[in-house]
């Protein structure tokens, strides 16, 4: 969200950071806002995840067996 910039809240912005600098290139509001979007991100991302495992339990379950059964 910060360094790509490709969020339609923060917008088309890139805020690239020296390692060695003190300072964020933007406000404590921005980063706020940034904050919100990767934990949005993070949020999707783990929903999915959790949708995924439910609809291939089946198939999960079948290669664990066979996975435990090889090794």
């Not at 809240?9 to 300072?23: E, H, I, N």
């Not at 290139?25 to 940034?34: G, K, R, V, W």
């Amino acid at each position: 969200v910060a360094v790509y910039g490709m969020n339609e809240k923060v917008g088309q912005v890139s805020f690239r950071m020296d390692r060695d600098a003190f300072d964020k290139p933007y406000s404590n509001e921005t980063a706020q806002l940034i904050d919100q979007e990767v934990r949005s991100f993070v949020d999707m991302a783990y929903k999915r995840t959790i949708a995924l495992v439910e609809t291939h339990k089946a198939q999960i379950e079948a290669m664990t067996q066979e996975l435990l059964k090889n090794e």
